[in-house]
């Protein structure tokens, strides 16, 4: 072994010396290389997988919200019909109520139309989308029979265009003949028309 | 792997080149002063090739000692300081510890031999190591002959082998329990008339006697003499052997030996060499007399070779690593490939589903809003005229109920209470509650509702105003009246009805004013307010 490491020794195993650190190196830089591209392919796997997982999720939420849109449609179909996404068309709601006046032969009708605002909802609930606006809806009506207010506030509230619920009513009996042909009941109301704004939409408000 | 053996007698060297366990290539010298110079133009074309020296000389030495058992270093000292002892001029000296003295101390048993004449050897060392040539060892035949007894199951308690060497000599090799006792080499010059086989036996009779001088047989011990020769030589050896009772002779035929060691082609004459070649390569030996300087370039070739191998190692490790990773690798790409084609299977169904979205021409959160809105605030958002049914249905079965005011809101609170202005009495009463209400009219909180949140119209709140009609100063009847209409409402689904104000208040807490004239009427008009709450349960 004294021989190997000897002068003589390493010169006459120079060659193979190097050869082995060579072949070292080069195990070492295959080992090294191929680890590497084994790690960036893991990397690149993860990703992968990441992104799968996105796709899958993205997909899950769009099947999710295909199934409720498919459930709303319908709904909210009617609610487009009914111009709930339309800005307020306040002469049809004035022409709406005149028709409905004539219609049940109101004595009387007296209305107040208040400037839309944003609605407070119960709870402070708010919507991501859309914003709730309202405008308050004061009646004051006379009739000679309490079927012909009570008529009045169906039809406005079952109206076809818009949505008016009704959340204070009084009726009240006026003393009188009940032979004469005068107003014998009456009437305060009061309701909220509502409109949605969808907040995605540049729409002036 | 190539091999290069070199069997050197005193008259001939014999090169023989294997390849594997196979000689295939053999060239023979004459000991002569030229036979160096031939030998070096022969190295010349092997000079890579380990070269193994047989020596089968008549200058070969041999002694028997033991010495004390100790450990193995120490007796490593004490047999290379007898060894130095014994064969002092010469550095071709080996020794062989063969096993223990039965008797007295059990000292080791030691057999010593040497090439006495290291001239013999110059001339072809001098050639080896002028042309640098590795040179694995240099080995005795006669102690490597012992393995020829083993392969060929020769175990006899005495053993003499004899074996003819290249250039016409006779080894005799003594074995005792195949242990190497003696050997000697002695030249074939048989005098006139004398015939191979006489010579033969006469030689080994004389060896016979030599060994029996120094006790090495028992009364009834017999030699067994085993003569390995080619059937050419046996048909003239054989007959001139006589056996006694110390000496029996056995042929080990030259073919047959051949054939059960597997030597192919078997040798063509009696000489040993190919058959102790033969034997090197089924089980090879180690050193016996070469110096580790003379061996100093077969140590470094076994080196370069190690570290070759070493290299090669490295590189095949190297190698089965990387592959290993880049298997991992390439699976881990193929499980990519898969997995980009589920997520492009996943965005094309997203994209598909997207695409077939009902839009309205809005966002689906929007729609989504929309539709939450209209179902938690709207959809369910009871109705006045709802409750108005309701109540008529019971107050037709009530004539002499009359209604006068109904003051409705619909709110999350079941606690509120809508504004109710007091209606003035239809009747004079002779006997009425004087309270509070009859000083200030009901009144709700009008103008906060503007501001107040929107409600989801959970409960309805009403407060119904009315008059009974009943027999003047007949108030018990009027209130029963009045308790069993505010129970009727009560039965309405999720319906609660409590008489705000009676048609006589008679509790202890206010005052009660009776004012009677001379006739009352026969009816009268009595008012009550009744509280009516319906939940809807939850919130519309």
């Known amino acids: 072994m004294n021989q190997v490491f000897s002068p003589e020794g390493w010169k006459s195993l120079r060659a193979s010396w190097l050869l082995l650190v060579g072949a070292a190196l080069a195990g070492s830089a295959i080992v090294y290389g191929s680890h590497w591209y084994g790690i960036k392919e893991k990397r690149d796997s993860a990703s992968s997988e990441r992104l799968l997982h996105e796709a899958r999720a993205r997909l899950d939420n769009a099947r999710r919200e295909r199934d409720s849109l498919n459930e709303s449609a319908d709904v909210f179909r009617t609610l487009v019909e009914r111009g709930l996404l339309q800005r307020e068309q306040r002469l049809d709601l004035v022409e709406l109520v005149n028709a409905l006046r004539t219609r049940h032969q109101l004595a009387s009708l007296d209305y107040d139309i208040a400037p839309q605002r944003t609605l407070p909802l119960a709870g402070g609930r708010v919507f991501p989308s859309i914003d709730v606006l309202a405008s308050r809806v004061t009646i004051k009506a006379r009739a000679l029979h309490e079927g012909d207010l009570l008529g009045f506030i169906a039809d406005l509230t079952q109206s ?39 907040k995605h939409a540049n729409r002036p408000g | 792997m190539a091999r290069h053996f070199l069997y050197l007698t005193n008259s001939r060297l014999v090169s023989m080149m ?48 033991t010495v004390p058992h100790v450990g193995s270093r120490d007796r490593e000292a004490i047999v290379a300081r007898k060894l130095a002892q014994m064969f002092r001029n010469t550095p071709f000296r080996h020794a062989e510890v063969q096993g223990r003295e039965s008797e007295g101390r059990r000292d080791d048993r030691v057999l010593y031999t040497a090439i006495t004449n290291p001239e013999v050897l ?78 033969i036996s006469e030689e080994t009779t004389r060896t016979w006697q030599y060994l029996d001088s120094l006790r090495h047989f028992a009364e009834d011990d017999r030699l067994e003499v085993c003569v390995m020769l080619h059937a050419r030589d046996r048909v003239i ?10 000496i029996q002779h056995r042929i080990l035929d030259m073919e047959q030996v051949a054939a059960k060691l597997g030597l192919r082609p078997a040798p063509l004459s009696s000489t040993a060499e190919e058959v102790f070649v033969h034997l090197y390569l ?22 370069r070779s190690a570290l070759r191998r070493a290299a090669a190692v490295l590189v095949a490790a190297g190698v089965a690593w990387g592959g290993w990773n880049m298997s991992r690798a390439f699976e881990t790409t193929e499980q990519d490939q898969r997995v980009a084609q589920q997520i492009s299977t996943a965005n094309q169904e997203y994209d598909q589903i997207t695409r077939a979205l009902p839009s309205f021409g809005v966002g689906g959160s929007t729609m989504r809003d929309s539709v939450s809105f209209y179902n938690a605030a709207i959809r369910g958002f009871p109705r006045i005229t709802d409750f108005a049914v309701l109540l008529s249905q019971v107050l037709e079965r009530h004539p002499e109920v009359r209604l006068d005011q109904i003051a409705w809101q619909a709110t999350d609170d079941p606690k509120s209470t809508p504004a109710l202005t007091r209606s003035p009495p239809a009747t004079d009463v002779p006997v009425k509650a004087i309270t509070a209400a009859d000083t200030a009219p ?85 008012r009550f307010v009744l509280r009516v709450t319906r939940d809807h349960g939850g919130g519309a």
């Not at chain 2, 002063?33 to 070096?40: D, I, K, N, T, V």
């Open chain 1, 160 to 198: 076809r265009q818009g949505f008016y619920p009704v959340d204070r009513c009084t009726m009240r009996r006026i003393e009188g003949d009940p032979d004469d042909l005068r107003p014998h009941v009456e009437a305060a109301c009061t309701l909220e028309w509502i409109t949605l704004k969808d």
């Open chain 2, 18 to 65: 294997t390849q594997g366990r196979r000689i295939v290539g053999r060239r023979e010298f004459a000991v002569t002063a030229s036979a160096a110079a031939e030998l070096e133009r022969h190295l010349q074309g092997y000079a890579d090739v380990p070269v193994h020296l047989l020596t089968d000389l008549a200058e070969e030495d041999f002694r028997l000692d």
């Open chain 2, 122 to 199: 110059r001339p072809w060392l001098e050639v080896i190591e002028k042309l640098r040539v590795p040179l694995a060892g240099i080995y005795s035949a006669a102690v490597f002959s012992s393995v020829m007894l083993e392969e060929l199951d020769l175990l006899f308690a005495h053993t003499l082998l004899v074996t003819f060497t290249p250039g016409g000599a006779m080894r005799q090799t003594y074995f005792r329990d195949r242990e190497i006792k003696f050997s000697r080499l002695t030249p074939i010059d048989p005098e006139e008339g004398q015939s191979l086989g006489t010579l």
């Open chain 2, 237 to 246: 050896v054989q007959p001139a052997l006589r056996d006694f009772a110390q």
């Open chain 2, 282 to 303: 089924m089980r090879p030996a180690a050193n016996h007399f070469a110096s580790p300087e003379i061996r100093r370039f077969e140590t470094l070739r076994r080196a």
């Open chain 2, 442 to 526: 009901t009144r709700g909180a009008e103008a906060a509702a503007a501001a107040a949140p929107f409600s989801n119209g959970r409960y309805e709140v009403a407060l119904v105003e009315a008059t009974v009609r009943e027999p003047t100063n007949d108030f018990r009847d009027a209130l029963e009246t009045v308790t069993r209409l505010a129970g009727e409402i009560a039965t309405l689904p999720g319906t609660t009805a409590d008489v705000v104000e009676s048609p006589l208040d008679v509790s202890s807490s206010v005052a009660i004013q009776g004012r009677h004239g001379r006739s009352d009427p026969a009816t009268m008009q009595l």
